[in-house]
């Protein structure tokens, strides 16, 4: 989208603003005495004192409106220069300013500071996330053309048994579930990223869809499930169907849930018993499209998508423990009043 432009018309510069309240300021006092002077049945040439202190007057204007002019419009060029610099050189531009001058100017410049860089954080992710699907994507269409091209090729002269042709549909048919799975995920991460309404979900009616969706696992409430969580139920939806199934693919058969709210927060524990997460992959769980079980058909975005849903609604999601006898995950949202 392009850019609104600011309305071209001509504006005053803040220094020419500065130097003009003072120096109609500074009138004031002269404009009093020649008024005084008029006035006066006597009137003479102004004492050299009078004109000695106006002329001082003169100066300190002067010196007060090139303080403050230095004060508010170097930095303020400064920033300006840096928004330049920051949109031609990105990340490497972001650093702080040499002076501020003022307070209100030091929390702007933070301010701007850190919305570029979340903004330049954001266009990393969006390049890398674009070149993880592009990979995601290549490689099913790739496996897609090759069978095709396999069937198409097959003539009486060099006939394919029927057990290779069932073998190259049933790889077709894999690398098709594939693509819808990876384009489900992405339809998740979209509403993810998109600004949702406002909504309440119950945690008791959580079990009760898992319970349904998920007939492998035994979803067990560990009490609180009338807590109420921040949270739409489409979203806690997927939310919750997304832990789940990363349990089911690891070997459990129960999944836990467990609340606890207080003043602040609620803070939900969703347990299971599976096999656990491997020490090594740990700290990676949560990245974009890594996966242990790729070649069964993990697309790796399932606890990204979570994460990105969750921090949405200003909730948060962080693995606990993990071990041989199962994964605890925590989930914090803010306290529904």
């Given at each position: 989208?392009r850019s609104?432009?600011?309305?071209?018309k001509w504006?005053?510069?803040?220094?020419?603003i500065?130097?003009a309240?003072l120096?109609?300021?500074m009138?004031?006092?002269?404009?009093?005495v020649?008024?005084?002077?008029a006035?006066?049945a006597a009137?003479g040439a102004?004492?050299?004192?009078?004109?000695?202190?106006?002329?001082v007057?003169?100066?300190l204007?002067?010196?007060?409106?090139?303080?403050l002019t230095?004060?508010?419009?170097v930095?303020?060029n400064a920033l300006?220069?840096?928004?330049?610099?920051i949109?031609?050189?990105g990340r490497?531009?972001?650093?702080?300013?040499?002076n501020y001058g003022t307070?209100e100017v030091?929390?702007?410049?933070?301010?701007?500071?850190?919305?570029?860089g979340?903004?330049?954080d954001?266009?990393?992710?969006?390049?890398?996330f674009?070149?993880?699907v592009?990979?995601e994507?290549?490689?099913?269409?790739?496996s897609?053309?090759?069978a095709?091209?396999?069937?198409r090729?097959?003539?009486?002269?060099?006939?394919?048994?029927?057990?290779?042709?069932n073998h190259f549909?049933?790889?077709?048919?894999?690398d098709t579930d594939?693509?819808d799975?990876?384009?489900s995920?992405?339809?998740?991460l979209?509403k993810a990223?998109?600004?949702?309404?406002?909504?309440?979900t119950?945690?008791?009616d959580i079990?009760?869809?898992?319970?349904?969706?998920f007939?492998q696992l035994?979803?067990?409430?560990?009490?609180?499930?009338?807590s109420?969580?921040?949270?739409?139920?489409?979203v806690a939806g997927?939310i919750?169907a997304?832990?789940?199934?990363?349990a089911?693919q690891?070997g459990a058969?129960?999944?836990?849930i467990?609340s606890?709210?207080?003043?602040r927060?609620l803070t939900?524990e969703i347990r299971?018993?599976?096999?656990?997460?491997?020490?090594?992959n740990r700290?990676r769980?949560?990245?974009p499209?890594?996966s242990t079980?790729r070649e069964e058909g993990g697309?790796?975005?399932?606890l990204?998508?979570?994460?990105?849903?969750?921090?949405?609604?200003g909730?948060?999601i962080e693995?606990l423990?993990s071990?041989?006898?199962?994964t605890?995950f925590?989930?914090?949202?803010?306290?529904?009043?």
């Amino acid at each position: 989208m392009r850019s609104p432009l600011v309305k071209p018309k001509w504006r005053p510069p803040l220094y020419l603003i500065v130097y003009a309240v003072l120096l109609t300021v500074m009138t004031l006092p002269v404009l009093t005495v020649i008024w005084f002077r008029a006035v006066r049945a006597a009137s003479g040439a102004m004492a050299p004192a009078e004109i000695a202190t106006l002329a001082v007057v003169l100066v300190l204007t002067l010196v007060v409106a090139y303080v403050l002019t230095r004060t508010l419009t170097v930095p303020i060029n400064a920033l300006i220069a840096r928004t330049e610099e920051i949109a031609r050189g990105g990340r490497a531009a972001i650093r702080p300013l040499d002076n501020y001058g003022t307070r209100e100017v030091a929390t702007l410049s933070q301010s701007f500071l850190d919305l570029a860089g979340k903004l330049v954080d954001h266009s990393d992710h969006v390049r890398s996330f674009a070149a993880h699907v592009s990979h995601e994507l290549k490689s099913p269409l790739t496996s897609i053309k090759g069978a095709a091209e396999l069937l198409r090729d097959d003539d009486d002269d060099n006939p394919m048994s029927q057990t290779q042709r069932n073998h190259f549909l049933a790889n077709i048919i894999a690398d098709t579930d594939r693509l819808d799975t990876l384009l489900s995920r992405l339809r998740d991460l979209a509403k993810a990223e998109l600004p949702s309404e406002p909504g309440l979900t119950n945690i008791e009616d959580i079990v009760a869809q898992l319970a349904r969706n998920f007939r492998q696992l035994a979803v067990i409430d560990d009490g609180s499930t009338k807590s109420a969580i921040a949270l739409p139920s489409e979203v806690a939806g997927i939310i919750f169907a997304n832990l789940a199934e990363n349990a089911s693919q690891n070997g459990a058969t129960i999944l836990g849930i467990k609340s606890a709210p207080d003043e602040r927060k609620l803070t939900i524990e969703i347990r299971d018993n599976g096999s656990g997460i491997a020490e090594g992959n740990r700290e990676r769980i949560f990245e974009p499209f890594f996966s242990t079980r790729r070649e069964e058909g993990g697309t790796g975005m399932g606890l990204g998508i979570v994460r990105a849903m969750l921090a949405s609604h200003g909730g948060s999601i962080e693995l606990l423990e993990s071990g041989d006898d199962g994964t605890t995950f925590q989930i914090i949202l803010p306290h529904v009043s």
